[in-house]
């Protein structure tokens, strides 16, 4: 059974940071393209991904929207990639979701991944 568990969204202030953490279970973690997706209040999931890792030869996708503000890693010890994000804007405020994928989409488009997680509730006050 694979399992993505989103944690680390909290209460933020303008400007400040946080980094999120989405442990996965029950897939092979090497195999595996993971991406950070987020939807807004109000609004629909965003369609591709704000920033993705391929687990398998290392790249990563962001789109300009989030370039310098955001960074994604892996620790293939512990099945797990982290998002980074640093100086919040209260527009970062939504739903933080993880997913996996079998491939690599150029633009990590969420109809690749399969495997989705709860979410965790990021929230930036101005």
């Known amino acids: 059974q694979v399992q993505l568990v989103e944690s680390g969204g909290g209460l933020v202030q303008a400007g400040g940071s946080l980094r999120l953490s989405c442990v996965t279970s029950?897939?092979?973690?090497?195999?595996?393209?993971i991406g950070w997706f987020r939807q807004a209040p109000g609004k629909e999931r965003e369609r591709n991904g704000i920033?993705?890792?391929?687990?398998?030869?290392?790249?990563?996708y962001y789109p300009d929207s989030v370039k310098g503000r955001f960074t994604i890693s892996s620790d293939k010890t512990k099945n797990t990639v982290y998002l980074e994000i640093n100086q919040l804007k209260p527009e970062d405020t939504a739903v933080y979701y993880c997913?996996?994928?079998?491939?690599?989409?150029?633009?990590?488009?969420?109809?690749?991944?399969?495997?989705w997680g709860q979410g965790t509730q990021v929230t930036v006050s101005s």
């Open positions: 997913a996996a994928a079998a491939v690599w989409g150029r633009v990590c488009p969420s109809a690749y991944f399969g495997y």
């Open positions: 029950g897939l092979t973690f090497s195999w595996y393209t």
């Open positions: 920033s993705c890792i391929s687990n398998v030869d290392g790249r990563k």
